[in-house]
């Protein structure tokens, strides 16, 4: 007769969520391949959002900034706590000094640095990947409610809207609703009274009700660990087909590459090297002024 | 010390966790009282609705109708950000020490009105409604400035063109 080994031992609340898929090996190397993530992504993000945005750069943005950069150094040179706790001092500052315009991946992205800040002195990856699969599933879940709660979906009220401010959108609306489209993009969405803003079209009507449909049914298809691949597959294929359409890659990438921790560790490595890779690029057309602004939202 | 370090965790979690399961629910709940942009303000309501266009004006209070002042090419900036900032907190927003700044583009002027439109396509109708919230400026005579909000902002609604509803904020909790 013998005792259990020590390592299944419940060591935390979340344990659920992060023993199955993972063996503790796996739990370790998924967790510094989501500092990977985490750290370049933010690196780039808040490149972009405390330098390159702005003609003035305060002393606080520059110590935002150089934490997210020194946090990318940390993590190659494997000292996570510090890494950990640049990432979180320099996501914290800049969602302070953003706020009120602090997008919510900003927030995500704070909560995110947290997680691997207070996991990071033990490294107890297990607890780590369990908690972010519950923020992942929860973020998912939050998405596809508001849609459904402020109700412009239902008729793609929201997608006549965007339309008129992103251009993907606007392709989209042609092509599905090309009766329709000249109606819709000859409103003034700024004139009291326009409208109606819907689309007649049955077609965009289902994409638009796909939209929230798929953000209830990942995080429900979620709870079953089975369903994980092809729920985190269908996420993450979803969110970058939108992003497709929104050009908004930095909230793209960050929440199609977070689907990544419920996916097999080998597919979610490719994942973050792509992810990288996409980042450096976008970097690179920063710092030589290529593309437009928000695109990198 | 190594469980003091996983029970401070676990309440960490625990409480990042909480918050991220009830604060959309509030946030969703605030949002039609206080007006605010739902894509702001960590409720996960990026892309749930459109986002609100806006208008921001200085005008002269002691004319009769709407004279738009023409502030100082410097204040543009610090316009838009008021603009943007107004637009993203609604009913939230402190505009006391920009309204203050702003009276300062016009040093001969004894009043102003700050005026702030914001436009969206609202549910229902899926027409665009106006919502327009102003704070007069006035300065006083030993020099200091006093800063009125409206009392009811005019929320106005259109269905096929027609003016059909101005409703005060009545903030309701219940």
């Not at chain 1, 702005?54 to 520059?62: F, N, T």
């Not at chain 2, 439109?117 to 409604?129: C, L, P």
Request: with cysteine.
């Amino acid at each position: 007769m013998h005792d259990a080994p020590l390592i299944d031992k419940p060591q935390s609340a979340f344990e659920p969520w992060s023993r199955a898929g993972d063996s503790p090996e796996e739990s370790s190397h998924r967790a510094r391949w989501v500092l990977v993530f985490v750290a370049v992504h933010a690196a780039v993000y808040l490149t972009r959002v405390m330098w390159l945005q702005q003609l003035e750069v305060s002393p606080p943005e520059l110590v935002a900034l150089g934490c997210g950069w020194a946090a990318v150094l940390a993590m190659v040179l494997r000292r996570r706590v510090v890494a950990s706790t640049l990432l979180f001092a320099g996501l914290l500052t800049s969602a302070v000094l953003l706020f009120p315009f602090t997008a919510n991946h900003g927030g995500l992205f704070v909560l995110l640095s947290l997680l691997l800040l207070v996991h990071a002195p033990d490294a107890n990856d297990r607890a780590l990947i369990g908690a972010l699969r519950i923020v992942v599933a929860l973020v998912f879940l939050w998405a596809g409610i508001q849609k459904l709660w402020y109700g412009y979906y239902f008729e793609a009220e929201f997608f006549a809207e965007y339309a008129h401010s992103k251009v993907g959108f606007a392709e989209l609306f042609r092509r599905f609703s090309p009766d329709n489209a000249a109606t819709v993009l000859n409103l003034n969405p700024s004139q009291p009274g326009a409208g109606p803003f819907r689309s007649s079209s049955v077609a965009l009507i289902l994409l638009a009700n796909f939209s929230w449909f798929i953000e209830l049914l990942v995080p429900a298809a979620l709870l079953k660990r089975r369903a994980w691949t092809a729920a985190a597959l269908s996420a993450a294929a979803f969110t970058y087909a939108i992003q497709a359409f929104a050009r908004e890659f930095t909230f793209g990438l960050l929440f199609g590459g977070l689907m990544g921790v419920f996916l097999p560790l080998r597919w979610f490595r490719w994942q973050v090297v792509a992810t990288v890779v996409i980042d450096l690029v976008l970097l690179g057309f920063l710092l030589t002024g290529g593309g437009e602004r928000w695109h990198f939202n | 010390m190594a469980l003091q370090l996983r029970r401070l965790r676990s309440l960490v979690v625990a409480l990042a966790l909480a918050v991220l399961v009830v604060w959309p629910f509030v946030h969703r709940y605030l949002q039609p009282q206080y007006d605010f942009d739902c894509w702001k303000l960590f409720g996960f309501g990026m892309y749930a609705a459109p986002t609100p266009r806006f208008y921001v004006s200085i005008e002269d209070p002691t004319q009769p109708g709407r004279v738009e002042l023409t502030p100082p090419e410097e204040s543009r900036v610090a316009l838009r950000e008021f603009g943007f900032e107004a637009m993203s907190l609604g009913r939230f927003v402190d505009a006391d020490a920009f309204a203050r700044r702003a009276i300062e583009w016009f040093p001969d002027a004894p009043a102003i009105r700050l005026r702030h439109e914001r436009t969206w396509v609202r549910a229902g109708t899926d027409r665009v409604g106006l919502w327009v919230r102003y704070w007069d400026v006035v300065r006083n005579g030993d020099g200091t400035v006093t800063v009125t909000p409206s009392e009811d902002d005019i929320d106005v609604d259109w269905v096929a063109g027609a003016e059909v509803q101005s409703v005060p904020f009545v903030p309701n909790f219940n």
